[in-house]
């Protein structure tokens, strides 16, 4: 740079560090919102192809590299290629994938046990819009055969539901939706790819909330997609032009959250098994939902659907415990917990609780509760990374409190 330029210039074209000559080990934070070109072809082509960097709002290296990684982890036992593409959170990914693939006039099938947000975005805003929504419960299949028409643009389920943990049959469900020549959307924020895979089983798209599982410590808010290369391009167009991206510190967060997943992932899902053998046996306890209890409904699909660790089978994280008691019962349990904390979202370090009823179902009556399978007591737990052993002590405890209220 010429000593002649006046001090803004100056200031502004700063000497840069020049080229690393080791490569990071690290993939560094790329925060700059636009990249430079020699020449207007080398930006045209850039554009044109797709390779490369051009806006931070149409691709990034931390997002992409964080797409790829999960596009990876989900695609591990595919024999084709899939592609990831990186958001700003779950409900971003989940609305760029319904746009991209409904249009006035469409129809979608969607599990009626599935995320708040999910359901009220195609019951409300995409409604709005001429998308109609049939909710069916997904675990009989004759009712989504029912529902599915010739306009149905996709089925979506998700493979673990929240709060029952109600499992999803993906390979009959798939089987249903390309008999009808339409699609199957996973959400698959509760499993995890350390879990379940969903493409393996036919799924055609998956998708998370990165904020649970996947950045796995409650410290990054992110969204991602994984598909076929030809969908997966559409869910790309849908989100350069909608522009929910994720950001470069978020990106590199959820990545180096990757890193520990099986890790996390394999003791989360041993120390809730372990959790929920040992409060299912408390006599204050009226019902415990886990998919690793033999009494569940879905434990012999998960056992077909889900990886086997070291410890056995995976069967996700989160259980949800019903004191007897109704409403009141549940809000004293949570409230009793001392080691389990009292917060919103799941998937994370630390233990996290929440009375269904008064948290993420609180606009529903105790018989609505109960006409979609959720007693009005229910707590959930995301189990954490703590050690099991204090956590069901912890519970025990609460519950021993409440047997003595009771
Ligand atoms: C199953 C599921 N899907 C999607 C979301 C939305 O994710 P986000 O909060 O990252 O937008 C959540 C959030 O809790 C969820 O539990």
Redesign the pocket.
């Known amino acids: 740079m010429s000593e002649n330029h006046g001090e803004h210039t100056r200031a502004v074209r700063l000497p840069g560090p020049g080229t690393p000559v080791g490569d990071p080990v690290r993939i560094p934070v790329y925060r700059s919102t636009t990249y430079a070109f020699g020449t207007s072809k080398e930006y045209a082509d850039t554009l044109d192809s797709g390779d490369g960097y051009s806006y931070a709002r149409i691709d990034n290296p931390n997002s992409e590299a964080f797409a790829h990684a999960v596009a990876a982890l989900e695609g591990a036992g595919l024999d084709h290629e899939v592609r990831g593409q990186a958001f700003a959170?779950?409900?971003a990914a989940?609305s760029t994938v319904l746009l991209a693939l409904t249009g006035t006039g469409s129809h979608v099938v969607a599990s009626e046990s599935i995320?708040g947000?999910?359901y009220t975005l195609l019951d409300g805003l995409l409604r709005r819009f001429g998308v109609r929504t049939d909710f069916v419960d997904v675990t009989d299949l004759d009712a989504v055969r029912a529902a599915v028409r010739p306009e149905t643009a996709l089925v979506f389920t998700?493979t673990l539901s929240?709060p029952a943990m109600v499992v999803s049959d993906l390979p009959s469900l798939a089987a249903v939706a390309h008999d009808a020549g339409t699609l199957l959307v996973v959400?698959s924020?509760?499993a995890s790819p350390a879990v379940c895979r969903p493409l393996e089983h036919g799924a055609d798209v998956v998708l998370h909330?990165a904020?649970?599982y996947l950045g796995g410590h409650s410290d990054a808010?992110g969204?991602v997609t994984v598909a076929r290369p030809e969908l997966s391009a559409r869910i790309r167009s849908a989100r350069v032009d909608l522009g929910p991206c994720l950001s470069p510190d978020e990106a590199f967060m959820l990545h180096r959250g990757l890193e520990t997943l099986p890790l996390r992932v394999a003791r989360q899902c041993d120390s809730a098994a372990e959790f929920a053998a040992a409060v299912l046996g408390h006599p204050a306890v009226a019902r415990v939902d886990y998919p690793g209890l033999p009494g569940h409904r879905g434990h012999r699909l998960a056992r077909t659907l889900f990886d086997e660790g070291e410890a056995g089978t995976r069967y996700g994280a989160v259980v949800t415990v019903t004191p007897h008691g109704g409403r009141e019962a549940g809000t004293a349990f949570a409230d009793g917990l001392r080691l389990a904390t009292i917060a919103a979202?799941l998937g994370g370090a630390h233990t996290l609780v929440g009375h269904v009823g008064s948290t993420s179902h609180r606009q529903m009556s105790d018989d609505a509760l109960s006409a979609a399978g959720i007693e009005p007591g229910a707590v959930r737990f995301s189990i954490g990374l703590e050690d099991p052993a204090d956590l069901i002590a912890d519970a025990l405890r609460a519950l021993d409190e409440l047997s003595h209220r009771v």
């Open positions: 959170s779950g409900m989940i995320y947000n999910t998700e929240n959400d924020t509760f909330s904020t649970k808010t969204g979202s």
